[in-house]
């Protein structure tokens, strides 16, 4: 029997012949970021920087502890906490919201308590694996999928639940739908208005719950960078939304947004809230300071620069589409989305070939993705620029065309 030790080690050698071991990297100086989820380079930005330090200076007193010293429940929680979740609230049209550690930690405590006893939950299949941790713990008696971003599926789906289950046909069981408005490997929305649609028509009686992980489209979508839901105005027929500040907020933590009963009832269910501290007092000013630019106007430049540059990039990226080998690379995007994938059968070959000219990208593997649909995961921010993007294109083109001299040698010999 081989000691614990031996196992681990035998477990990450089985990762490291299959190419799937994790390691820890950090980005060479002066490179450019074209992975990170900073997309609005608020992480940055000398305005957030100097807003920030001058908020923590003028709230921050001889009696202002700096750490929150517990849980919320326990000693963590303060007035300034409180006003900061009725603030967010207010600017995402919320009736309340909870503040969490994480989007991981909103997720898993979300999903983990919310459905009761013989509950369904219909997930899209490429939703967040803190979605799926959730779901692992949680009391619900169905977790089913559905084909992604599809209507007509969930609906198929639903249809089937009520017909192996009279009791969802008669609002005694409920039935939670899971989606992420903006996905973070593909870069896609979701269908939210044909969701809501089938959601209503399946399940007129109220036992249908939309659920919506908002993390990659906060800052980004939406008046003002309020997201995707607040962009369809459809937040009142939404029952939970989560929205994250660690991405295009520069900041770290994520609030929950639903009505005030269910804030309670997370108060007093959700695990990754009740036993864990509390944000530390210099991140709450992090998050109100994001915020307060977002409700300014301040980030709305940055938006519109992030898109431009979207544009741009999907421009060149047609172009090299049309002058290389599509069984080499294929380039997929959606509208207005700062994410892109390039997908090719090497991918960890393109990303270190890029990463050689100084830019930061990264190579997606299964299980993160569905294998099969292994890519170089692009992320643009509104810090980037046009030079910077021919730079990157450059690289692609440049790695694509050895790839194919490669190819056409070895298949002389």
Known sequence: MPSLLESFHQALEKREAKSSRRRLTLPPPGAVDFSSNDFLSLSTSPLLRTRYLQALNSRTTDNQPLASGGS?????????????????????????????NSGFDANVGVFSCV????????????????????MRLSRAGKRVSF????????????????????????????????????????????PLREILDVIHSLLP??????IVDEAHATGVFGPRGAGIVQELGVQKQVFIRTHTFGKALASHGAIVLCCPLTREYLINYARTLIYTTAMAYPSLVAVRTSYELMQEGKTDSLRENLQSLIAYLRTRCDELQAAI??????????????????????????????????????????????RGRERVRVCLHAGNTQAEIDELVDAIRQWARQKQSAGLNKSKL
């Open 325 to 370: 080998d599509p069984s080499l690379l294929q380039v997929d995007h959606h509208d207005h989305s700062p994410i892109f994938s390039l997908r090719t059968p090497s991918p960890r070959d393109l990303a270190s070939h890029c990463q050689r000219r100084g830019l930061v990208v990264r190579a997606i593997m299964a299980p993160t993705v569905p």
């Open 147 to 190: 084909r992604h971003n599809s209507a007509a599926a969930l609906r198929e789906v639903l249809a089937s639940q009520m017909a192996e289950d009279p009791l969802i046909a008669d609002a005694k069981r409920n039935v939670f739908v899971a989606v992420e408005s903006l996905y973070s490997m593909d870069g896609d929305t979701a």
């Open 205 to 210: 009686r109220g036992n249908g719950y939309l």
């Open 115 to 134: 459905p009761q006893p013989g509950d369904v939950i219909v997930y899209d299949e490429m939703i967040h694996a803190s979605v799926h941790e959730g």
């Open 72 to 100: 919320r429940l326990l000693d963590g929680n303060s007035a300034y906490a409180e006003e900061l979740e009725r603030f967010i609230a207010a600017f995402h049209d919320a009736p309340c919201g909870l503040l969490f």
